[in-house]
């Protein structure tokens, strides 16, 4: 309930939204597809297996459909880019399930206002950090901790760090 609370509200999705699920039901990230719209009141798309793995028909899909919003792992992004998809509707750009590449991120931000990237292990929930986009310098961050949750770099003493030193995250 927390995280889809919190997901709601950031990155945000509303009653005027249309959401493709593209996610293979065995991942745990497709439980906010399927789940965010119902609770948000947004419409849910649900791509067969085919065009979720197909950039062409993914993208006349998206067009067809008229989604605004899109969660999805870098390759399944790619593969959109790899289309010639332009973002004519500017819709908005969720990423995660594995990490961001600069060239990748620069690409999507090229054709969206929105790109948002989502990180989290599958043991808190699917997604404990969000960040939307801006102009970073490499690597591109994970972003600050959903609603209810903290974000810690711990030394190997287990005590917290201050910001810019390398450790383990604690979620």
Request: hydrophobic share 45%; charged share 15%.
């Amino acid at each position: 309930a927390n995280f889809l609370h919190s997901m709601c509200r950031q990155p945000g999705l509303t009653d005027s939204d249309r959401l493709l699920a593209v996610t293979t039901r065995c991942f745990d990230i497709s439980l906010l597809e399927l789940m965010l719209p119902l609770m948000c009141g947004a419409e849910l798309h649900i791509a067969s297996s085919a065009a979720s793995l197909d950039g062409y028909q993914l993208r006349d899909l998206i067009e067809r459909e008229q989604i605004t919003v899109l969660q999805a792992t870098p390759a399944t992004w790619q593969l959109l880019v790899n289309s010639g998809w332009d973002n004519p509707r500017d819709m908005q750009i969720w990423c995660g399930g594995e990490a961001l590449k600069t060239d990748l991120g620069a690409a999507l931000q090229s054709v969206a206002s929105r790109v948002v990237n989502l990180y989290g292990p599958t043991e808190t929930t699917i997604w404990s950090a969000t960040r939307v986009l801006g102009q970073e310098a490499p690597p591109i961050p994970i972003g600050t901790p959903i609603d209810n949750t903290d974000l810690w770099v711990l030394n190997r003493a287990g005590q917290a760090l201050p910001p810019g030193f390398v450790g383990e995250l604690a979620i």
